[in-house]
């Protein structure tokens, strides 16, 4: 297990090159079970979880190969229709190929998610929608076992938007007989990616980042052919706290800057100043910024994956802020390692009282998941003194080379084993 140690206190310059996105990343590699043949995925970040979605569908029969920030899918042959537990454990994305085994073979065996770190998560809603669609659903012995004929559209409603929900359900629908409503559903850029991706190999799809999407069943897909993901928004939105903490100067390039306008919006009025193009930006960050409150939504909202590193941003502004996390209940790990490091936060329920301090002192933090992880390297770069960062495989999980990245823009950075 790495460590990081991080110097904080210089103000980082420079450019960063945006990795593409994670969340995009996965659901664009299950897709590649909805057809047989050769799929290639350009743009995906080199990460834990995209590895672990390799090893996914390796265990199914599929031949996966990484090279060069792309992925080649060999989905000829399929011997296996089981996503295991080991593999799902450290992973809840791993549930996206349970729509297209369903839709493709008609079989599904796959580990049911526990609980994480940051809430409950169920799939109650994507197996609402299988079943409806005529998939029979089995829980045996921590697995969801699905059976079915060839599914058929229907119209389904989300009670609450769900991402990797909506995901799912548009594979099993893109090839479905009949046609499907999606009503409620998510409309994050992951999922408009996916939905670009899926209509690339001759899905019929309709309202991809609105909340009614309308999908008419195809009987075949064509393989996915060179089909790019799109830039990470989180990582883009991450390195931009990192200017404004260290009031530093980042120029972030092959980024979708109209991805993050709730963000951009926030932080511009938090004091950072933006220069934006189509597909890059400049930030500059303040000598200290100005309290703003944040209250996390699905997306166009305050995205929930950036409501640690705001709290980071936000430990040091001048003022209080209030900060609701409203889409996890327990998204508030990083708070006691935030106060380690002298932040002054309080906790209610889903909301945290940020009350700005003038500095951060370095200190030993654990990491305990992704966006926590990456809200203590935030504040890290801030704090005067040196920091530990342990357990650092939750930031590998969803950054690209991010000590790389960070120490080309002039961090104090390094990565050592940890025996602790
Ligand atoms: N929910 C249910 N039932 C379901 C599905 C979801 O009650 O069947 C609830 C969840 O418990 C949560 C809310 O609905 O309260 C929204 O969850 P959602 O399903 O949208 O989350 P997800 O699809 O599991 C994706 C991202 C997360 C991100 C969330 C919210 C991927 C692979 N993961 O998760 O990303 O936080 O959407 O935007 O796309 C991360 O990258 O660090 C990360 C956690």
Redesign the pocket.
């Known amino acids: 297990m790495d460590k990081l140690i991080i110097r904080g206190g210089l103000p980082l310059k420079g450019e960063v090159a945006i990795s593409g996105a994670?969340?995009a990343a996965?659901?664009i590699m299950a897709a590649s079970l909805l057809s047989s043949g050769v799929h290639t995925i350009r743009h995906i970040p080199k990460l834990r979880?995209v590895i672990t979605m390799g090893k996914i569908l390796t265990n199914m029969g599929l031949n996966v190969a990484f090279e060069n920030g792309n992925v080649s899918i060999n989905s000829s042959s399929v011997s296996n229709f089981e996503a295991p537990y080991d593999l799902v454990k450290t992973m809840?994305?791993s549930v996206?190929v349970l729509c297209p085994l369903v839709a493709r073979f008609g079989r599904a065996r796959v580990s049911l998610p526990g609980g994480c770190a940051?809430?409950?998560?169920?799939?109650?809603?994507?197996?609402?929608g299988l079943e409806k669609m005529g998939a029979k659903i089995e829980l045996e012995e921590g697995y969801v076992v699905a059976t079915a004929g060839r599914l058929k559209g229907a119209s389904i409603y989300f009670?609450?938007?769900?991402?990797?929900?909506?995901?799912n359900l548009m594979m099993a629908a893109a090839i479905a007989q009949g046609t499907t409503i999606l009503e409620n559903a998510?409309r994050?850029p992951?999922v408009i990616d996916l939905a670009n991706c899926l209509i690339s190999m001759g899905a019929k799809i309709k309202g991809a980042g609105e909340s009614l999407i309308e999908i008419e069943g195809v009987d075949e897909l064509k393989p996915i052919r060179d089909y790019p993901v799109i830039p990470d928004r989180?990582e883009t939105a991450t390195f931009i706290s990192i200017a404004g903490i260290t009031g530093g100067d980042l120029t972030l390039t092959g980024c979708r800057p109209a991805h993050i306008d709730a963000m951009i919006m926030k932080l511009r009025d938090a004091g950072l100043v933006f220069e934006i193009t189509e597909d890059s930006m400049r930030v500059k960050g303040p000598d200290r910024p100005i309290a703003k409150d944040a209250k996390t939504q699905?997306?166009p909202g305050f995205?929930?994956?950036m409501q640690a590193q705001f709290m980071s941003l936000m430990s040091i502004a001048d003022g209080t802020s209030v900060i609701k996390e409203t889409?996890?209940?327990n998204r508030f790990m990083h708070v006691a390692e935030l106060k380690r490091m002298g932040a002054d936060i309080m906790i209610e329920g889903g909301t945290a009282t940020v009350k700005g301090v003038r500095r951060l002192k370095g200190a030993h933090v654990m990491a305990t998941?992704?966006?926590a992880s990456a809200s203590l390297v935030v504040a890290a770069l801030k704090a005067e003194g040196e920091s530990t960062i342990h357990r650092i495989y939750h930031l590998d999980?969803?950054y690209e080379q991010m000590d790389e990245k960070l120490r080309k823009i002039g961090a104090q950075i390094s990565r050592e084993k940890d025996s602790a």
């Open positions: 994670k969340n996965l659901p979880d809840r994305a996206l940051i809430g409950a998560r169920p799939i109650n809603l994507h197996l609402m009670d609450i938007p769900t991402v990797t929900g909506t995901e998510a994050e992951e989180i699905p997306y995205p929930t994956d889409i996890f209940e998941d992704l966006r999980r969803g």
